[in-house]
T-cell receptor, first 110, second 114 residues
Framework: GQQVMQIPQYQHVQEGEDFTTYCNSS?????IQWYKQRPGGHPVFLIQ?????EVKKQKRLTFQFGEAKKNSSLHITATQTTDVGTYFC??????????FGRGTSLIVHP | DSGVTQTPKHLITATGQRVTLRCSPR?????VYWYQQSLDQGLQFLIQ???????AKGNILERFSAQQFPDLHSELNLSSLELGDSALYFC?????????????FGSGTRLTVV
């Protein structure tokens, strides 16, 4: 079945440093979604990418979808303590049910 | 408040027992999805209902069952509970049968089996 791998599992950064998490699928995706889960909270939808090579920005967050539609990345510029949480990618193949990666937990040290 | 309501927030029960988790989707959403989140397995899809009908099934154990009622709320029934069933159970909803514009998650039910 479809597998979505996400790395790294954890990332410690100093406030102000950049952060990137990577997502790779074993199969070609129709779209990929990104979610953020704050500690003790629930996943919150951030964005969906659909087109090959697509790049979308939300303030300090930049999302990319690979040309082959099998990988994606989320980059945060100049992290802040409010960015703390776990970032999940969820890739949708042909089943209309996204497969979630294991997530990357971002820890920001002030 | 995401608009998806889950009750109860916390549940502590003994092994072998049965519990029911409840979810009310966001107003206007027809699909309900159940997910289990544990430290070692991440977010695992259990089952989806769309407008009262089962639409998709994931890694749901035979001891678990769900249904969606005419008012679109859903219940997840967990029986013969084992220690390994301890996890966060999330309900999510979407307007259509696919998560085309992302899921809206509820705040979850934390189940502890002792």
């Amino acid at each position: 079945g479809q597998q979505v791998m996400q790395i790294p599992q954890y990332q410690h950064v100093q406030e102000g440093e950049d952060f990137t998490t990577y997502c790779n699928s074993s199969t070609t995706l129709s779209n990929i979604q990104w979610y953020k889960q704050r500690p003790g909270g629930h996943p919150v939808f951030l964005i969906q990418l659909v087109k090959s090579g697509e790049v979308k920005k939300q303030k300090r967050l930049t999302f990319q979808f690979g040309e082959a539609k099998k990988n994606s990345s989320l980059h945060i510029t100049a992290t802040q303590t409010t960015d703390v949480g776990t970032y999940f990618c969820a890739g949708e193949g042909g089943s209309y049910i996204p497969t979630f990666g294991r997530g990357t937990s971002l820890i920001v040290h002030p | 408040d995401s608009g998806v309501t889950q009750t109860p927030k916390h549940l502590i029960t003994a092994t072998g027992q049965r519990v029911t988790l409840r979810c009310s989707p966001r107003s206007g959403d027809l699909s309900v999805y159940w997910y289990q989140q544990s430290l070692d397995q991440g977010l695992q899809f259990l089952i989806q209902y769309y407008n009262g009908e089962e639409r998709a099934k994931g890694n749901i154990l035979e001891r678990f069952s769900a249904q969606q009622f005419p008012d679109l709320h859903s219940e997840l029934n967990l029986s013969s509970l084992e220690l390994g069933d301890s996890a966060l159970y999330f309900c999510a909803s979407s307007h259509t049968g696919a998560a085309t514009y992302g899921y809206t998650f509820g705040s979850g039910t934390r189940l502890t089996v002792v």
